[in-house]
């Protein structure tokens, strides 16, 4: 079957350093996405991994290692905007549309 | 302006009713999503269509029904819903092909079924 786990929720501090893992399990694997979504809106697009290894796009960075089936979310420099569930997604086959996984709602207090 | 629009926005019917949920992308994408969010689970695919054809459908309800006049939109065409059908209805959009072909969401409409 097809699985994606991440902790329901998390809770970090202003300008702490936050990471929201994920594990999958899917046929077959064609690249690993991260989800914001604040709350009454839509997802939007974090970052991508279909290697090995990390990605870094400013604040946000992310990991992933495919033997393991695992991902990790980094947040930098948390900020209260930062509050929003955070939703891991796997593209099991070339071309076929994304598994969700049910998302991670942080909330950043100050 | 996300570049997918969802109307309406929001949209509340009785179990009889007969109702559709419009979808429109500007990106010139080739490929449109149907996808259920509903509290405390994963966003759950509906139907994928691409290129205009129906290519994944997740044993949806006949109760839901998809239609793809072109590439740029997609109807989601409801009737007979039931209570447990009410949740927010978001419709992506992506590029086929190799690469990234990120899945860019509209807003979504919440739906509610009394």
């Known amino acids: 079957g097809q699985n994606i786990d991440q902790p329901t929720e998390m809770t970090a501090t202003e300008g702490a350093i936050v990471q929201i893992n994920c594990t999958y399990q899917t046929s077959g694997f064609n690249g690993l996405f991260w989800y914001q979504q604040h709350a009454g809106e839509a997802p939007t697009f974090l970052s991508y991994?279909?290697?090995?290894g990390l990605e870094e796009k400013g604040r946000f960075s992310s990991f992933l290692s495919r033997s393991k089936g695992y991902s990790y979310l980094l947040l930098k420099e948390l900020q209260m905007k930062d509050s929003a569930s955070y939703l891991c997604?796997?593209?099991?086959?070339?071309?076929?549309?994304?598994?969700f996984g049910k998302g991670t709602t942080l909330s950043v207090s100050s | 302006e996300t570049g997918v629009t969802q109307t309406p926005r929001h949209l509340v019917m009785g179990m009889t009713n007969k109702k559709s949920l419009k979808c429109e992308q500007h990106l010139g994408h080739n490929a449109m999503y149907w996808y259920k969010q509903s509290a405390k689970k994963p966003l759950e695919l509906m139907f994928v269509y691409s290129l205009e054809e129906r290519v994944e459908n997740n044993s949806v309800p006949s109760r839901f029904s998809p239609e793809c006049p072109n590439s740029s939109h997609l109807f989601l065409h409801l009737h007979t819903l039931q209570p447990e059908d009410s949740a927010l209805y978001l419709c992506a959009s992506s590029r086929t092909g190799t690469g990234i072909s990120e899945q860019y969401f509209g807003p979504g409409t919440r739906l509610t079924v009394t």
């Open positions: 997604a796997v593209r099991g086959q070339a071309g076929t549309a994304l598994i």
């Open positions: 991994n279909v290697l090995d």
